[in-house]
């Protein structure tokens, strides 16, 4: 009787130790996934993507200044400084840390966006270097302003993704080093009431 209580019970306790080792397993590496996701994907697109939004805004308000009379000279100035403050490196970095397929497709149909509005800003710039200022206002409120609302629309979806993504990822590891400890611990708690039971009862039962 005792020897097939034994084998019970260290049949049992394998089979509890193999739960317990699988669920810190488990654990472990959905941990070590998310954050590496966080890592390299969310916090850097949040970054790239936020860093290129402002750009973005920065050059637009350059290209409005330039509708003010200004001198060819300063002009210049301000064309070189929309050349430099491109977000094109900021939005080439973004596109090496996506590892989601949404992701994936939000970021091709900005840079469409993106596309049609550098055509009408390289449009915009010529007309001022030219000093055709009327035909360059036109531009800048009729297309420019257009191609910039579809191009920055899209870009805030790229970038609330990363936000949506940063917020899910964070909450999935809080819960995660929240309740694995519990779990695996209430397994192992289990584990000694088991042995203490049929200890107890093998005890009992060689008195009698």
Avoid at 57 to 66: F, I, L, Q, V
Wanted: hydrophobic residues 45%; proline residues 2%.
């Amino acid at each position: 009787m005792f020897q097939r209580e034994l084998f019970i019970f260290l049949s049992l306790a394998a089979a509890i130790f193999l739960a317990v080792a699988g669920a810190g397993v488990f654990a472990v590496h959905d941990l070590h996934e998310t954050s590496r996701k966080l890592v390299l994907d969310t916090l850097p697109g949040l970054v790239d993507a936020g860093l290129a939004e402002e750009r973005m805004h920065d050059n637009r308000h350059t290209m409005r200044e330039m509708l003010i009379p200004h001198t060819a000279a300063e002009r210049a100035q301000m064309i070189e400084l929309v050349t430099t403050n491109s977000p094109e490196p900021l939005w080439r970095d973004y596109a090496g840390s996506i590892f989601e397929a949404e992701d994936r497709q939000n970021y091709d149909a900005m840079i469409q966006t993106r596309s049609n509005y550098l055509q009408s800003c390289e449009q915009f710039m010529s007309l001022v270097a030219a000093e055709k200022m009327d035909e360059a206002v036109a531009l800048f409120n009729g297309d420019l302003s257009r191609r910039f609302q579809n191009y920055n629309d899209a870009a805030k979806i790229v970038f609330d993704y990363n936000v949506r993504q940063g917020l899910d990822r964070g909450k999935r590891i809080l819960t995660s080093t929240r309740y694995a400890p519990w779990a695996i611990g209430g397994l192992c708690v289990l584990l000694f009431g088991l042995g203490l039971v049929l200890g107890l009862r093998s005890g009992l039962s060689g008195k009698q």
